[in-house]
């Protein structure tokens, strides 16, 4: 996709692995300056490095646990104290772990609905002062099952149904201010942190993620590139009238039933 975001000022949270790291790097190959934000300083070194020898924008990584609203509201007022408002934010840090309700404390559950759903509001809410107006674009990562309850999810169930509403809600009150939010569902992506930590601990094999794929109405996995892609049009000129969306990239996973 030859879609040019030279001078944009694009947040990544959670930017530092699997789908977000994805689209930062999508971001950067499009002349971005990137901030990524994660809790473990290895990933932010290692993404800093993929980010400088892609991109030719200027990039930042930040420490910081979605959880804490005090510590992501200095990530985002570093960032834009160096490079001036945010053009595209991406809300993206998950947890996951499968359990069945029954099993499940109350603080595991309460641990996912805190990084996802949580996590989502402190992003957007801390980044609202920061944002450009007009024209910021907002996404923040769903998935399949924030639309369906899938079995062993129902902590993610909850927090993801959660995140689309937080979309919906802000394309309402911040659309005044010409700020657009949207969500991107990604389906059942091939070498994500989501799909090695879900499929095998549920009896699956190793071929757990083309056992499942099968499943796929397109017949196949997504790759990190099918949701970059995703993001870059939304971010787009080519995206400018969308907002409060939910954009699934899943091969029409999410209409089947979904079996982890
Ligand atoms: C049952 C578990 C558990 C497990 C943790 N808990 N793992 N319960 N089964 N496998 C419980 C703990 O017992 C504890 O409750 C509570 O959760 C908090 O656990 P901690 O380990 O203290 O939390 P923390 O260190 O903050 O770790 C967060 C985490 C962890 C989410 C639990 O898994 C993590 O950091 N994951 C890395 C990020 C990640 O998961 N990425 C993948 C996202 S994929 P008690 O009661 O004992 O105190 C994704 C997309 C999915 O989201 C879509 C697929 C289609």
Same mark, same amino acid.
């Given at each position: 996709?030859?879609?040019?975001?030279?001078?944009?000022?694009?947040?990544?949270?959670?930017?530092?692995?699997?789908?977000?790291?994805?689209?930062?790097?999508?971001?950067?190959?499009?002349?971005?300056?990137?901030?990524?934000?994660?809790?473990?300083?290895?990933?932010?070194?290692?993404?800093?490095?993929?980010?400088?020898?892609?991109?030719?924008?200027?990039?930042?990584?930040?420490?910081?646990?979605?959880?804490?609203?005090?510590?992501?509201?200095?990530?985002?007022?570093?960032?834009?104290?160096?490079?001036?408002?945010?053009?595209?934010?991406?809300?993206?840090?998950?947890?996951?772990?499968?359990?069945?309700?029954?099993?499940?404390?109350?603080?595991?559950?309460?641990?996912? !609905?805190?990084?996802?759903?949580? /996590?989502?509001?402190?992003?957007?809410?801390?980044?609202?002062? &920061? +944002?450009? $107006?007009? *024209? @910021?674009?907002?996404?923040?990562?769903?998935?399949?099952?924030?639309?369906?309850?899938?079995?062993?999810?129902?902590?993610?169930?909850?927090?993801?149904?959660?995140?689309?509403?937080?979309?919906?809600?802000?394309?309402?009150?911040?659309?005044?201010?010409?700020?657009? !939010?949207?969500?991107?569902?990604? /389906?059942?992506?091939?070498?994500?942190?989501?799909?090695?930590? &879900? +499929?095998? $601990?549920? *009896? @699956?094999?190793?071929?757990?993620?083309?056992?499942?794929?099968?499943?796929?109405?397109?017949?196949?996995?997504?790759?990190?590139?099918?949701?970059?892609?995703?993001?870059?049009?939304?971010?787009?000129?080519?995206?400018?009238?969308?907002?409060?969306?939910?954009?699934? !990239?899943?091969?029409?996973?999410?209409?089947?039933?979904?079996?982890?």
């Amino acid at each position: 996709m030859n879609i040019d975001f030279s001078n944009a000022n694009v947040f990544v949270a959670g930017g530092t692995s699997g789908i977000n790291l994805g689209i930062a790097l999508a971001f950067a190959e499009a002349g971005a300056n990137v901030g990524v934000m994660s809790r473990k300083q290895a990933n932010i070194d290692t993404a800093l490095t993929r980010l400088r020898a892609c991109g030719r924008g200027w990039f930042a990584g930040y420490a910081a646990d979605v959880r804490y609203p005090e510590q992501v509201e200095k990530a985002l007022t570093d960032f834009a104290r160096a490079r001036g408002p945010i053009t595209v934010l991406v809300s993206g840090a998950a947890g996951n772990f499968p359990a069945l309700a029954r099993d499940l404390s109350p603080n595991g559950f309460k641990t996912v !609905v805190d990084i996802d759903l949580m /996590g989502t509001f402190n992003v957007m809410n801390r980044a609202y002062p &920061l +944002l450009k $107006k007009p *024209g @910021a674009c907002l996404i923040n990562i769903s998935a399949p099952q924030a639309c369906q309850a899938v079995a062993y999810q129902i902590h993610a169930n909850a927090a993801k149904a959660g995140v689309d509403q937080v979309t919906r809600t802000l394309a309402k009150e911040w659309g005044s201010d010409g700020i657009r !939010v949207n969500s991107i569902t990604p /389906g059942l992506i091939a070498g994500t942190e989501g799909v090695d930590r &879900l +499929l095998p $601990k549920n *009896g @699956a094999s190793e071929d757990s993620c083309a056992d499942i794929a099968r499943q796929v109405p397109l017949g196949r996995a997504g790759q990190i590139r099918d949701v970059a892609n995703a993001a870059l049009f939304l971010a787009s000129d080519a995206g400018s009238y969308i907002s409060g969306a939910v954009l699934p !990239v899943d091969g029409a996973w999410g209409l089947t039933e979904i079996r982890l």
